[in-house]
């Protein structure tokens, strides 16, 4: 009785240690949601700014595209000097052509024609030039919106940088209290671990007990059956004794007579012995 009266009293114990566990689990509950709040926030600043890298890499293939334009720049310029020799020596050809025919308006010479196919290739080389011209300004508008795009995104990455920073100096106090909850939830985890090992070692002794118990009741049926076979064996002694007394009983009482008898006889002989003698003397 006084094992399981222990037993019971140290069960409330764990009880009150849960109940003081639970409001720190509910705290830590609670932080975490807020953490995890705080974390959706920071991780769409870093798609916010993983976007803007993607688009930086775009940039970055403009500004190759830019160094195409100069490149393109710089040969149309070298065109437009070609171009301008090949003008200077058109005129020159168109001069000599113009003298050729005026010397020779009867028909048309070798050297005439070669000039014409002169004149034709610098003609060719103009309207290439005139094509190049027009790339290179389309490509210079384009290095220009380019540009402006890239001015944009370097100011947005600034933007998302300082939204960053002020995400992590905002979250840093979070993070503090989370790992401070956590290591009282740890603490908490680690008194309710001692407590249901406590509870364990006493269930394993009350179940040793109960099973000591149990083997008590078991041997104290086979004690209560071999005093039953032992009082019954009493019992028929009893019997057997209760005759042999009541026997033993008549005995003494035809004993006591026969005594009685004896007593009587001899205080008459006794009695007749004195009246023998008296009458003699």
Request: hydrophobic share 40%; proline share 1%.
């Amino acid at each position: 009785g006084g094992g399981s009266g222990g037993a019971y009293g140290s069960r409330a114990g764990p009880g009150g240690s849960a109940a003081t566990g639970t409001p720190r689990l509910r705290r830590l509950r609670e932080s975490a949601s807020s953490f995890a709040t705080s974390l959706a926030d920071v991780l769409s600043v870093f798609d916010s700014v993983d976007a803007v890298l993607r688009r930086v890499r775009l940039t970055e293939e403009g500004r190759s595209t830019a160094t195409t334009i100069v490149m393109l720049q710089h040969e149309l310029d070298e065109a437009k000097a070609s171009l301008a020799e090949k003008e200077v020596e058109r005129l020159r050809l168109a001069e000599r052509l113009a003298a050729l025919k005026q010397s020779r308006s009867g028909g048309v010479t070798t050297q005439a024609m070669e000039i014409d196919t002169q004149l034709l290739e610098a003609q060719q080389t103009r309207a290439q030039l005139v094509v190049r011209e027009r790339e290179a300004e389309a490509l210079a508008r384009q290095s220009n919106e380019t540009a402006e795009r890239n001015a944009a995104l370097q100011r947005e990455i600034t933007l998302l940088r300082t939204r960053l920073g002020t995400a992590k100096e905002a979250l840093r106090p979070r993070v503090v209290e989370v790992e401070s909850r956590t290591r009282e939830a740890l603490s908490t985890v680690q008194e309710l671990r001692q407590s249901l090992d406590l509870l364990a070692g006493m269930y394993q002794r009350a179940c040793d007990q109960l099973a000591a118990s149990k083997r008590c009741v078991e041997d104290l049926t086979e004690e209560r059956g071999r005093l039953a076979k032992a009082v019954q064996a009493e019992v028929k002694r009893a019997r057997v004794l209760a005759g042999e007394v009541a026997r033993m009983d008549a005995v003494n009482v035809r004993l006591m007579a026969a005594h009685d008898s004896l007593r009587a006889a001899y205080r008459g002989m006794k009695t007749a012995a004195g009246d023998a003698g008296r009458g003699k003397a």
